[in-house]
């Protein structure tokens, strides 16, 4: 059964010229050691099982800076990109990309798996920040100190909502309390 689709949303690139302290482009990824697949017209929905075979190989591979480049022409049509989204989410693969800079081509790149874990906890320490080094557990809020500040973070209107509630649930405790209130 194929899934329902609704929506295919893009982020399209920037219009700025390549910079290397921007972070939103495809160069620093265009040179790596990619596997090219030529998309025949309205054939990758059939090609499927051999797309998803070629993207699990490239993930049990585990090599750096390498990938598939699935090479799409102005032949090819929105339901061959669908198709190749789906094999990839079929894959369980993350990172995917379509190249609207210069080749209009569909990569699906990498990312490395080092077998050695700490190397992995050094490598994720610096792309996330001091992933626990940095803020010990004793220097975190706890209880009402926790509570206080994430009042505090509230924007004013907010407080209006909470003050809305409070007095609708008093005047309906009020209703309640008449309510059931013995009259002499």
């Known amino acids: 059964m194929q899934p329902q689709y609704t929506a295919l949303e893009f982020a399209l690139p920037s219009k700025k010229a390549y910079s290397a302290e921007a972070d939103n482009t495809f ?8 596997k ?3 998309v025949a017209p309205n054939t990758a929905k059939e090609n499927t ?33 669908i198709a190749l989204l789906n094999d ?9 990309t379509l190249d609207v800079e ?9 990312e490395y798996n080092d077998p050695n874990p700490k190397e992995l906890f050094a490598a994720l320490s610096d792309k996330c920040g001091n992933i626990g080094r940095d803020f010990p557990e ?3 809020f706890k209880g ?10 509230l924007p004013k209107e907010a407080f209006y909502i909470m003050f809305g509630f409070l007095f609708l649930v008093n005047i309906s405790m009020l209703s309640i309390k008449e309510r059931f209130q013995m009259h002499y």
Do not use: M
């Open 27 to 34: 160069e620093p990824f265009r040179n790596w050691n990619y």
């Open 36 to 38: 090219k697949i030529k």
């Open 49 to 81: 099982k051999l797309y998803v075979a070629e993207i699990r190989n490239l993930q049990k591979r585990n090599e750096k800076n390498s990938g598939i480049e699935f090479i799409l022409d102005d032949r090819n049509n929105y339901g061959d990109l």
């Open 88 to 96: 990839v989410e079929l894959a369980g693969q993350f990172t995917y």
């Open 102 to 110: 210069k080749t209009w081509h569909f990569f699906v790149s990498h």
């Open 138 to 140: 004793e220097h975190y």
């Open 144 to 153: 009402f100190q926790k509570f206080q500040y994430q009042i505090a973070q």
